[in-house]
């Protein structure tokens, strides 16, 4: 007779090979997207990230959390201007199938946390790429850009650009910097002395108007997947 336990693990064995789920929890310190994987500078046992690929909406999702808090430190994206789909035939082709296309990645990153609210900034860079199976490479970024996550605050000065300069390339660097405003009017609660322990520079009066201001300076590396 059987062990309980035996007929158990056998049955999980078949469930995993038979399921397709829609997301994937992967401790790697990168991240994966579509066509590009982004390196992380966080401990792997200290971050959990989630990943989800939406065909629904064409774009690869993916969430750095931290472990101890379980909050989102960074959070990524990749849309291509091809569908998914066919970028994943071509990837796993084995009929000499290419394709040249366009893509947009997107981090969001948090630049503090006043009163416990994020006050964070989209990156994001829109990069030609031509690959097929077992090949591809970075022929040149479009365009690059930076928009602040909420309407409860603003970017002042952001300054997004590619740090590489050689073209073609399998890896690319975006820089980007700039000086989030958060004033007194914001929706999100935050308040003078929360805006100071965050360690913005705030002007003004707690009792009326004032400004607060923290500069941040930054990169995020791409590097192509390249698929056997």
Do not use: C
């Not at 969430?63 to 091809?82: A, M, Q, R």
């Not at 650009?161 to 989030?180: A, D, E, K, W």
């Amino acid at each position: 007779m059987r062990k309980p336990y035996a007929a158990l693990i056998a049955m999980l064995m078949m469930t995993l090979s038979f399921a397709t789920p829609a997301f994937a929890i992967n401790l790697a310190p990168s991240v994966e997207l579509a066509s590009v994987s982004i390196p992380l500078e966080y401990a792997p046992a200290d971050i959990e990230i989630v990943r989800v690929v939406d065909y629904e909406r064409n774009e690869v999702r993916a969430s750095v959390f931290e472990k101890s808090s379980g909050s989102i430190i960074e959070s990524y994206s990749e849309t291509p201007d091809i569908p998914l789909r066919t970028l994943e035939s071509i990837q796993s082709s084995s009929d000499g199938e290419w394709s040249n296309y366009n893509m947009v990645m997107q981090k969001t990153r948090t630049i503090a946390s006043p009163n416990g609210k994020n006050v964070s900034t989209i990156v994001w860079a829109e990069v030609n790429i031509t690959a097929g199976q077992s090949w591809g490479q970075i022929e040149r970024v479009n365009a690059t850009g930076q928009n602040a996550q909420s309407g409860s605050y603003s970017l002042e000065s952001p300054h997004t650009y590619s740090q590489t300069t050689r073209f073609p390339t399998n890896t690319i660097s975006i820089g980007y910097q700039g000086t989030v405003l958060v004033t007194n009017s914001n929706s999100l609660g935050i308040s003078f002395g929360g805006a100071q322990l965050a360690g913005f520079s705030v002007s003004g009066s707690a009792s009326s108007t004032w400004y607060a201001r923290k500069f941040y300076s930054s990169s995020v590396s791409m590097d192509l997947m390249i698929r056997g």
